[in-house]
């Protein structure tokens, strides 16, 4: 037992030795900064056009990121560009193959709308119902599209042109909050003037966004003209049902083949009336890359080349900027308490490709920073330590997260995880690293130092072994004389005294 706790003592010794030499003859190696400085974002105003538009906005598709804009959240009357939002309610509720039989309602529009030209009591699918709201802008389609998305969902046929139109704007503004358009209302389906029908350049995109990503509503909005019946042409030979047929052409110039069409365009909708002006919220696309422009009250020809001028700002003075991809590693950071045979520093990694629209040459420019999660951190006893995480870790474990900065602006905030396994650090496995260490770098100045260390070290151990021993030998020995001294006074005693000898 005693040469069991004497072993203890000694591993003890050894493996505090161990951990010693190791942090003073291989230091860990500081974590690598990768991170960027930046220089202050300042307004660059280069290549930037000057719009009659009263407000305008233009946005990459994908991301979301606005580059441009004036006055984007200003109160602004949308006019026809309303059926955009109308479109995506409808899909909602019905296939674009459904169909739908007109009614009293073709005819409750103001006298001076603009109409696709449908009649009471015609069928058509809901697809070219979207083409003669979208193309001839008709108030029409409108409110035939809204009846029957209402009359589904009170799931009652007998509610009147104005009932249903109450309901259809209910889920339209449910709708554009959904998309985050927080600062509009609409009042009815087709965007004929209310006062209480408006919205904003920026609210205008994020529905025109969403527009985009139907397969329905993109397919339709960049055709420049559609002949043939309502119904698709798949019901010719049924006399059972009224049939009507169509010619219709877009009032979208950017589409058209006309002086103001732009080659990259691909939609979206044109607006106008008297309050609101000349408007348009268009798209166009290049190079994979997707713009989205919208501008409220440019008088023409100013909404055609306003909105060009935008998209070419777009494309030639930005473009998409891969900031990471995934699997990327974006730091190195210490180990603390771990198995150091496994390395001394963690490779973190993201998990998604991050990508940004941006200026060009800002790409340059972005920062990135590192958080870790503090409960990992190990505690550091001043400002200028390296930051350290301490194990054990597993593998792919979310350990922070990674901010990507243009100036003061976010571009983008992902997880970050760890690419390896951090093992917690042991007793066998400290002094397995200490013994390969010193056997790698035996000729070395780092090598010399820690032979005379650990030589130093044992030595100090024998000493005290030697010393312990020596005391315990000292103890024994004058314990066995005092004892041997003391047995002989007793027997003297013994055979001198009588009265001990009765005992």
Known sequence: MKKLKKLNKIIAVLFVLCIAFQNIAFAEPAPSDESIKIDTLTDDNTGVPELTAETAILGE?????????????????????????????????????????????????????SKAGHTKGETLTVKNLIRGLLLPSGNDSANVLAVAVAQKVENNTELTTDECITVFTDLMNKKAKELGATNSHFANAHGYHDENHYTTAYDMFLISQEALKNETISEISKEKEYAGNGAENTLEQSTALKIKKYNWTSHNLLITD??????????????????????????????????????????????????????????????????????????????????????????????????????????????????????????????????????????DAEIGKVTYKLGNDVIKEVNIYAATEVEKRTILNSVQYFFKNLKENLFTVKGIASSVGIIAGVAFIIAMIVAMKSRRNKRRSKYTFQSSKAKRHYRSRKYKNPRIRRR
């Open 258 to 395: 006309n002086e103001y069409q732009y080659e990259n365009a691909i939609g979206l909708k044109t607006g106008f009336t008297d309050e609101a002006g000349d408007c348009l919220a268009a798209a166009a696309q290049k190079d994979d890359i997707t713009l989205i422009a919208v501008v409220f009250n440019a008088e023409d020809p100013a909404r055609w080349v306003d909105t060009t001028a935008l998209f070419e700002y777009g494309f030639n003075e930005f473009g998409m900027v891969d900031l990471q991809k995934s699997g990327d590693v974006v730091d190195t950071v210490a180990l603390s308490r771990h198995n150091r045979l496994l390395g001394d520093v963690l490779d973190v990694i993201v998990k998604e490709d991050i990508s940004e629209y941006m200026r060009k040459e800002d790409a340059e420019k972005v920062e990135k920073a590192v958080e870790y999660k503090s409960d990992l951190i190990t505690e550091q006893k001043d400002e200028q330590q390296k930051t350290q995480l301490k194990a054990p870790i597993s593998k």
């Open 61 to 113: 598709a994908s991301t979301g990121k606005i580059i441009y804009q004036k006055d984007m959240d200003k109160k602004m009357y949308p006019a026809s560009m309303t059926k955009l939002l109308t479109s995506l309610v409808v899909l909602d509720y019905f296939s674009p193959e459904a169909l739908i039989t007109t009614g009293n309602e073709v005819n409750d529009i103001p006298w001076d709308s």
